[in-house]
């Protein structure tokens, strides 16, 4: 059969790594694959780029931490140049008087710990230990593709849930019962008594979400976050950044003949019938396929691009009350030399750093994000990339990757008076561990939540097409009718972060869409 | 030496209702109250000579309607009266109220939005069904999941096997309700403000939730407990007691005596007697022992087992765990005796709406400043404030021509970051809550006669409830259910034996007015070899 250069076996929208992973996962399969993207790079929040002049950075998210090794392999991403700068960083909690703690067990590490507290050093291992229990119980609920809707196969994934949750032993299921319906403050208050260490741990559970220390459900949420990134037992650092990574994947997709189009904007998906046909875009073209897959966000998916005119009601208002929080900015410098953080051993400078010295500070910072205020000590991830991946940057030179959290979308008295403002602070919290690192900045640039909305089409500046809470999570996600990948438009698919299991760079909505629609083609 | 098969201690609305149920089914039952009057937190009193009101509470509570019938409350005085729900009054000169017919409701909403009176059919719709499944919820035994016994695990395949046909709609509806925020769950119903901030005020009024907390959108089924609704369509009414929440504890007081039980006030609990750990009875403060087969308490989690025992009589780890049990004060109460009824001049002479109380609502987000201020131990800027004049509908309380203000108070902590509550501290306080009342109704100032301020603190130490936490341990989704007070003990058993906790510490505290004591005397009458029948869970 001959084809031509507008027809297709499906059609991706969105060239983020979702939907660079299922048109790979597609093209491998040996299917004809159009993947479009809007924007002139592809990678969506995943790209690298100069902050200034010969200063490369990760541009939006920084670190690679949930990615299934499966689909690494699969797709053949090291022979498509993929490559690591660091697997599994160390994460490292500062302290204002250089105690630093590496959230990892290990002698020399629980040995620091002891000097904040012996018995949080006891306490530690057990925490790690019980974390990765619940993570046993709950995680395959949380990462493996949804069961079908039938009752015999949801009662079966349930009756297994509750035996792993039996074998468990009595006092990890009581602590699992009491504290997973609660908030991570609760949990970590009970655990330990250092305040670094419940700020660290604390932050690490609800980077990138809209609820505070205390707020309920955080536990789960957090555990949800762990189970998925166990399964790639990260966080990663990439070569040449997240674009490196992203490279990897076009170059993966093309490889399996994958025929990517960057700058490329889809104007609506073509329905006749209630079966999709195919796409056409701004500049009124149009491609035909029987299947097309969606990596936007949902929302955008079905009301913009397919219409409200072929959903129920019902669907259309839930797909309007999806929430997205922009909680975080970003902040990157372009540095003429390393800072000095004391009590950093050097090879610890290219760990991934976390700065929030307690959980008051961290629900002081949640407090001031929830009235549209700015906090006095921002909590912050912070990683030197060019200390592991020294081509990044001019020799001797250095950049710094900073997301800030609980950074509202709208602040009080507007961004144009608050921009400078919240670099300042951003500097000067940094400035308590690393005194000269205001004199090392030659350059910077800043992406706040409505920049980050802009750049990368993340609605509200939030990561996640749609939060990962507990009302917008498994069945939920993005909502009852939409939740495994189908639509009621035959056909058309989701295969964004929007759907199970949801955000965090782990590719799963991208593979798991995939290979239902490679499975509906078989059929049909 | 004085013996009997059960002693309750304390004579708070769940030890009487514990009491009174056991004794109705034949169970020798003492119950010992350290006050003069019944009641505890549900005590009142004559704030000046002829003025009655509740003292600690606001006085609307009531007890659920299968507790009033299995007890013969009527029989022993107890008349309840329905009025209309309540009025919110907004800084701007606009008001809000809430009607039990359908049709005024229907009216009162269109004054705002006509969308949103069509939104309240849908919201009345959800919140009932919400209510019923919760009442449904709560007749069933507890089964605690940390408990490994055969019967635990089959309860829990069962619970699965219910879920899993439940259609995902319907899950998702029920978790949207129980873990969103308040204001974002109202968002989802109604567009225009003061309808939100009406039902959000009457919603989180007394709750440690603020409108932007996750899990704060669940007390809005609360505002339609299952008893109250009438068929009118529109809102649930008010239900007060005649002669206010003491005649409710007056009426369970008689009841207990009425089936043969027995009733000591102003007799104080020491200590639990333990004899080879198992409870054998109560010592008096005046070193009076009585001794039972049963010991009940009605007091909190934490003065229960912090107070009433040698610490080293509890298990290793017990101590600390009880004091990882959340409590917080959330509300301090003002009483006014008034030489007169007070004018509201934004609301229409002889709204009916003004007897269910009056609230100052405020915006969402100052709202949650009042919350986050409370959070912080600030001293109260902008509490929320909710009156009720019981006089009006009730005129036994006080006389002819004047009336009785009761004023709770909400998001005031219990400790304040800068120092204690002293007495300036409390004036300064109940100057601002008087003067915010006074700014909707002009020359209400001069009507005062009489007041009483009482915080967080006084409440602790008149009542007896830790840190003044009404509801007996914070209402958070980890404190709830199973999880109440602590996992292994969601059967109101305690770790020593025959001694069983019947306060709002445990399964399901705040969630039903007495649900502690007819649970707990459930769980003790069958120990003893008796049954308690309740008309709980049957059809409404």
């Excluded at chain 1, 010969?54 to 053949?76: F, M, Q």
């Excluded at chain 1, 079966?275 to 491609?287: A, K």
């Excluded at chain 1, 390393?338 to 010295?357: D, H, M, S």
């Excluded at chain 2, 005796?337 to 001049?345: C, K, N, V």
């Amino acid at each position: 059969m001959i084809h031509s250069d507008h027809q297709f076996d499906a059609i991706v929208i969105g060239a983020g790594h979702n939907g660079l992973i299922a048109a790979a996962y597609l093209g491998k399969a040996g299917k004809r694959v159009l993947l479009l993207e809007a924007a002139t790079r592809l990678g969506g929040a995943l790209t690298t780029a100069e902050v200034s002049p010969d200063y490369r950075v990760s541009t939006g998210a920084h670190l690679l931490d949930a990615l299934p090794r499966r689909i690494e392999k699969d797709l053949k991403l090291a022979k498509h140049g993929l490559r690591f700068a660091a697997r599994q960083l160390q994460t490292i909690a500062l302290d204002r008087d250089h105690n630093h703690i590496v959230l990892a067990l290990g002698r020399g590490n629980l040995d620091i710990l002891r000097r904040h507290s012996a018995a949080d050093a006891d306490a530690f291992a057990a925490y790690l230990a019980r974390m990765k229990s619940y993570s046993a119980v709950l995680g395959p609920l949380l990462r493996d593709a949804l069961p079908d809707i039938e009752p015999e196969t949801m009662s079966r994934r349930l009756r297994r849930l509750v035996w792993r949750a039996q074998r468990l032993g009595g006092e990890t299921l009581e602590s699992l019962m009491r504290q997973l319906p609660g908030s991570i403050g609760d949990l970590l208050n009970d655990t330990f008594e250092t305040p670094l260490i419940k700020g660290a741990l604390a932050l690490d559970a609800l980077m990138g979400s809209g609820e505070g220390p205390y707020s309920a459900g955080t536990a789960l949420t957090s555990i949800a976050r762990q189970s998925l990134r166990s399964i790639s037992k990260g966080p990663h650092s990439i070569e040449g950044g997240l674009g490196g990574f992203t490279d990897a994947l076009a170059a993966s997709a093309a490889s399996y003949g994958v025929v990517i189009r960057a700058a490329t904007d889809v104007k609506r998906i073509l329905v006749s019938d209630g079966h999709v046909y195919g796409i056409e875009t701004q500049t009124n073209e149009i491609y035909e396929a029987p299947f097309v897959l969606s990596s936007a966000h949902p929302r955008e998916t079905m009301l913009d691009l397919v219409g409200a005119k072929y959903l129920d009601a019902g669907l259309v208002k839930q797909l309007n009350e999806i929430t997205d929080t922009g909680t975080t900015a970003k902040l990157n410098l372009s540095l003429d030399g390393l800072p000095t953080i004391q009590g950093l051993a050097p090879q610890e400078y290219g760990a991934r750093i976390l700065v929030a010295p307690s959980l008051v500070a961290l629900d002081d910072a949640y407090t001031a994000f929830k009235h549209g205020g700015i906090a006095s000590d921002i909590p912050m991830e912070v990683t030197m990339p060019s200390v592991i991946d020294a081509p990044l940057v001019p020799s001797g030179q250095h950049v710094m990757s900073i997301v800030m959290q609980y950074v509202p979308y709208e602040i009080k008295g507007g961004w144009e008076q608050g921009r400078d403002r919240l670099v300042d602070r951003a500097i000067e919290t940094l400035s308590a561990y690393a005194p000269d690192l205001r004199q090392r900045i030659v350059a910077g640039e800043l992406m706040l939540p409505p920049d980050i909305e802009n750049k990368f089409g993340l609605v509200n500046g939030g990561w996640y097409h749609g939060d990962m809470r507990l009302d917008q999570l498994l069945s939920f996600r993005p909502a009852p009718a939409l939740a495994r990948y189908a639509t009621p438009v035959k056909g058309l698919y989701l295969c964004g972060a929007g759907s199970h299991p949801g955000g965090g760079i782990c590719g799963l909505p991208g593979e798991y869409a995939a290979r239902l629609v490679l499975s509906e083609g078989a059929r049909a | 030496m004085e013996r009997h098969d059960a002693i309750v201690i304390g004579g708070g609305l769940n030890g009487l209702t514990a009491a009174a149920y056991l004794a109705r089914a034949g169970v020798d039952v003492l119950l010992v109250e350290r006050n003069e009057r019944l009641g505890s937190a549900a005590a009142g009193f004559d704030i000046h000579p002829g003025f009655r009101m509740p003292r600690f509470t606001l006085g609307t509570s009531s007890l659920p309607h299968h507790t009033v019938t299995d007890l013969e409350l009527p029989k022993f005085g107890l008349r309840f009266m329905r009025v209309d729900g309540g009025v919110s009054l907004l800084a701007d000169g606009c008001y809000h109220a809430s009607y039990r017919d359908g049709l005024m409701m229907r009216r009162e909403l269109t004054r705002h939005s006509l969308k949103d009176a069509d939104a309240w059919t849908r919201f009345r719709r959800d919140m009932l069904r919400a209510q019923f499944s919760l009442r449904d919820a709560l007749a069933q035994p507890m089964h605690d999941p940390s408990r490994r016994s055969l019967a635990a695990f089959r309860a829990l395949l069962g619970n699965a096997d219910q879920l899993a046909i439940k259609p995902v709609p319907d899950l998702h509806d029920m978790t949207r309700l129980w873990t969103m925020s308040c204001a974002e769950f109202l968002d989802s119903y109604f567009t225009s403000d003061i309808v939100k901030m009406h039902l959000a005020a009457k919603a989180l009024a007394g709750t440690t939730f603020g409108p932007y907390s996750p899990s704060s959108a669940r007390f809005l089924m609360n505002l339609f407990s299952a008893e109250t609704e009438g068929a009118g369509g529109g809102a649930p009414a008010s239900v007060l007691a005649m002669g206010g929440p003491q005649a409710v504890a007056d009426a369970l007081g008689a009841a207990i005596e009425g089936f043969g039980g027995h009733v000591r006030t102003e007799s104080e609990v020491t200590d639990v007697i333990l004899r080879d750990g198992k409870a054998r009875g109560v010592a008096l403060a005046d070193g009076e022992e009585i001794y039972a087969d049963a010991v009940l308490s009605d007091l909190d989690l934490k003065r229960t087992f912090l107070a009433l025992f040698p610490w080293k009589d509890l298990p290793k780890g017990f101590v600390e765990r009880v004091g990882r049990f959340r409590m917080r004060g959330v509300t301090a109460k003002i009483n006014l005796a008034l030489d007169g009824l007070p004018a509201f001049p934004v609301v229409p002479d002889d709204c009916p709406a003004l007897q269910g109380g009056l609230r100052l609502a405020m915006p969402m987000e100052k709202l949650e400043q009042a919350f986050d201020d409370w959070r912080s131990h600030m001293p109260p800027r902008t509490p929320l404030i909710e009156a009720l004049i019981p006089s009006m509908s009730d005129r036994s309380l006080a006389p002819l021509g004047k009336h009785v203000m009761s004023v709770a108070v909400h998001y005031v902590p219990e400790v304040l970051h800068d120092g204690a509550w002293t007495q300036s501290r409390k004036d300064d306080f109940t100057d601002l809550v008087i003067g915010e009342i006074t700014a909707h109704s002009p020359g209400f100032k001069d009507l005062i006669l009489a007041t009483e301020t009482l915080v967080p603190p006084d409440i602790e130490s008149e009542v007896g409830l830790t840190a003044g936490d009404f509801e007996q341990g914070e209402m958070s989704l980890d404190q709830m259910f199973f999880n109440r007070p602590m996992p292994g003990l969601a059967n109101y058993e305690t770790p020593i034996g025959n001694f069983y906790l019947c306060s709002g510490s445990a399964h399901p505290g705040a969630l039903e007015t007495g649900g502690t004591g007819a649970g707990a005397a459930q769980r003790v009458a069958a120990a003893l070899g008796r049954n308690v029948i309740t008309r709980r869970g049957v059809g409404i």
